[in-house]
């Protein structure tokens, strides 16, 4: 990234950009930890493909409920104020998993709550520290395409090592001991934050009219809200339903998510304990791809001001994961799931960054909060249920026939774009001229 010359409120923005952008990272290696832990605990004590299925869907249920929910909380109290928050409270309750299960006991039942309870709180620190972005890449000079890439990219660089991390703990320590670390990179995150990324209204360019100052209650200018919580809920709602390319949107991602939700969550997991020896050789795979889209990142946001959108995301879209789902349908050797895997991960290094840069071209500040809770909600809405069907699959068509339906579904629906229509407002310059009125807001 190439910063322009600026003061010394500027190299602070730098400084809060990094800050932000580290904090987001070791958060989302927590994620990749759990990820991984919470299988190989429950395949340990001697659970089903179902019961993997059960706690993937009750890990990834509160997002849903987070982002309807939380958004609003994020606008409300602050975003900076809101991460922190989010990162010590779930930090806590994953800890807990670990001191159950060597103290007193962890039934299955116990482990469903405690994993509900650390998605349901995370969710809004994810919002919060992704509305941030805008404000701080201003006052840095940074492009917001290669922003959103590098958030993005921070994401992917924390499957890489958690992924890595991951598995060998699990392999080598066991599932219990990757949860202490799991909590440990969440109260981390916290205070990277509370430390590195300055207060909000310290970084916004002079006259912006964002919302989500850090005084709680506080709206554009710090004018006290005197709206209800239900009432900011509503008006984010009526944005993102009138907005017609957010519908898409949402439309295409829950469809996606749902599937690698049933991939990731549940058929790979299996996959590897079945066929491919446990632990090591899934934080492989999940590494590959983790380091292959952090490249795919950083070569994207070179060229991400130059290439059109729509195609680029589309195709994109699809090679992330129609060729690596067919491999394990056809049951291909390690070498060619990790090659096509690696070539997945090039691919999905461009998808974040145009959707992401595209929503916040469209979505007004003050929104920014709800209404990125609200679209994260409903992408993520099939995301338990496809971790709960891809169990309940594994189980009873098998895991070739799982993959194979996962690699068609998934090539169909990522090519749509290419029908252009209303999907042509992606493109640089058509946010200004779609977007919805303020009445409709």
Not at 98 to 115: E, K
Not at 384 to 408: M, N, S
């Amino acid at each position: 990234m190439t910063f322009t010359d600026a003061p010394a409120r500027g190299r602070g923005a730098r400084s809060s950009l990094v800050a932000l952008l580290s904090a987001h990272a070791i958060s989302q290696t927590g994620n990749v930890v759990t990820a991984f832990a919470v299988p190989f605990y429950v395949l340990g004590r001697g659970g089903s493909g179902v019961e993997v299925g059960l706690a993937a869907f009750f890990a990834t249920a509160p997002v849903v409920l987070g982002g309807v929910l939380g958004g609003v909380v994020v606008d409300r109290v602050g975003h900076r104020r809101a991460a922190i928050a989010a990162d010590v409270a779930s930090g806590v309750t994953v800890l807990a998993i670990p001191v159950l299960a060597l103290t007193v006991g962890l039934p299955f039942w116990a482990l469903l709550a405690l994993v509900f309870a650390a998605g349901l709180l995370d969710t809004p620190g994810q919002t919060a520290r992704r509305v941030m972005l805008p404000g701080l890449s201003m006052r840095a000079g940074a492009r917001l395409e290669q922003s959103v890439g590098l958030l993005d990219g921070s994401e992917r660089f924390a499957k890489l090592i958690g992924a890595s991390v991951a598995g060998l703990l699990v392999a080598v320590l066991g599932p219990v001991a990757a949860l202490f670390v799991n909590a440990a990179t969440f109260l981390v995150s916290a205070v990277l934050t509370w430390k590195g990324v300055a207060p909000i209204r310290d970084v916004l360019l002079p006259g912006s009219d964002a919302a989500g100052t850090d005084a709680a209650g506080s709206g554009p200018g710090g004018v006290p809200r005197r709206t209800s919580y239900w009432a900011d809920l509503a008006e984010g709602f009526r944005f993102v339903v009138a907005d017609p390319l957010m519908r898409l949107v949402v439309g295409l991602v829950l469809a996606t998510n749902l599937l690698d939700a049933a991939r990731g969550s549940t058929l790979l997991p299996l996959y590897a304990n079945d066929r491919l020896g446990g632990a090591a050789a899934l934080g492989l795979l999940v590494a590959v791809m983790g380091g292959c889209a952090l490249i795919g990142n950083i070569a994207f946001g070179f060229v991400a001001h130059r290439v059109p959108r729509r195609v680029t995301f589309a195709l994109c879209f699809a090679l992330a994961g129609g060729p690596s789902s067919a491999a394990f349908a056809f049951g291909a050797p390690l070498p060619v799931l990790v090659a096509l895997t690696a070539l997945s991960g090039l691919a999905a290094g461009a998808i974040n960054p145009i959707l992401g840069t595209v929503e916040l071209e469209r979505i007004p500040e003050q929104l920014r909060g709800r209404v990125f809770g609200l679209i994260n909600a409903g992408a993520w809405a099939g995301v338990p249920f496809g971790a709960l069907l891809g169990g309940i699959a594994g189980d009873t068509i098998g895991l070739p026939l799982a993959f194979g339906i996962v690699a068609v579904l998934y090539t169909m629906i990522t090519l749509s774009p290419l029908t252009g229509g209303t999907w042509r407002q992606m493109e640089r310059g058509a946010a200004a001229v779609d977007r919805v009125p303020a009445a409709l807001c």
